[in-house]
């Protein structure tokens, strides 16, 4: 057992980090298995597909519902290879990363899915991986969400709490945007897609984090009606956050 909780198996060609009290017997019967989309579309469980650069499938596993998602890259480096990383050690591998971080950020109770499993398959050099989290319930991401229609001030005080609780816990989200901010029909906010998050000591990160998610309301707003995303939505999400930090100097002016 890990000190998150979760237990390393090993496989033929790399390895797996699980939960057994999610997975119950399933672990058992199905192996790597589990992370084949296959596998759970033959069980009629395979729900929905986000075929997205991180491709997704989400799976319903009786009253369980799990996100399933392979790690592909991006940018540049997505025209070497479409999802394979440079081998430097199971302690590198960004599935067990994520995995390890999502289950560390769960216990503390921040508003995280829960990790489900991990897996790795090494070939020489290189190595793909995978990923299942459960799903967060009733949620959709902030981006769907200001393309139906305004947010609350409420609701974006709401969002900027939320950001809030992850940064006073020191936790550094690479890549903090409108489409991994989740809202529910609750006033609920939860963050997703960690990897290459890490937890660190206090910084310039923050502001980093706040810029970019700026900059990615900017971009999906410019065809929405104006007050889907302005001025006034941003100082709303910042009196949240400051609130929710006390007032961190960091944040300011932004």
């Keep these: 057992m890990t000190k998150d909780g979760g237990r390393r198996i090993a496989t033929a060609r790399g390895a797996m980090l699980v939960d057994p009290a999610s997975l119950g017997a399933l672990l058992d019967g199905a192996g790597e298995a589990l992370f084949e989309p296959?596998?759970?579309?033959?069980?009629?469980?395979?729900?929905?597909?986000?075929?997205?650069?991180?491709?997704?499938?989400?799976i319903e596993?009786?009253?369980?519902?799990?996100?399933?998602?392979?790690?592909?890259?991006?940018?540049?480096?997505?025209?070497?290879?479409?999802?394979?990383?440079?081998?430097?050690?199971?302690?590198?591998?960004?599935?067990?990363?994520?995995?390890?971080?999502?289950?560390?950020?769960?216990?503390?109770?921040?508003?995280?899915?829960?990790?489900?499993?991990?897996?790795?398959?090494r070939?020489?050099?290189?190595?793909?991986?995978?990923?299942?989290?459960?799903?967060?319930?009733?949620?959709?991401?902030?981006?769907?969400?200001?393309?139906?229609?305004?947010?609350?001030?409420?609701?974006?005080?709401?969002?900027?709490?939320?950001?809030?609780?992850?940064?006073?816990?020191?936790?550094d989200h690479a890549d903090l945007n409108a489409h991994n901010i989740l809202l529910d029909g609750r006033g609920g906010v939860s963050v997703i897609d960690f990897d290459r998050g890490r937890v660190r000591g206090r910084g310039a990160w923050t502001v980093r984090n706040l810029a970019r998610l700026r900059r990615s309301l900017t971009k999906i707003s410019r065809n929405l009606a104006p007050d889907r995303f302005s001025p006034e939505a941003w100082k709303s999400l910042l009196a949240g956050y400051e609130s929710a930090r006390g007032g961190d100097e960091s944040a300011r002016d932004r």
């Design 123 to 171: 070939d020489g050099l290189s190595y793909r991986c995978d990923l299942i989290v459960e799903r967060i319930q009733d949620a959709r991401p902030m981006s769907t969400v200001l393309a139906a229609g305004a947010l609350s001030e409420a609701a974006w005080r709401a969002v900027g709490a939320g950001i809030a609780r992850l940064h006073r816990s020191g936790v």
């Design 38 to 58: 296959q596998f759970w579309a033959s069980r009629g469980q395979l729900t929905a597909v986000d075929a997205g650069r991180g491709a997704a499938w989400f």
């Design 61 to 121: 596993s009786g009253p369980d519902r799990w996100v399933l998602r392979h790690y592909r890259r991006g940018g540049f480096m997505a025209r070497l290879s479409a999802d394979r990383y440079l081998w430097a050690g199971e302690a590198r591998v960004r599935a067990f990363a994520e995995y390890r971080l999502l289950g560390h950020l769960a216990q503390g109770g921040l508003p995280v899915p829960r990790p489900v499993a991990a897996r790795y398959r």
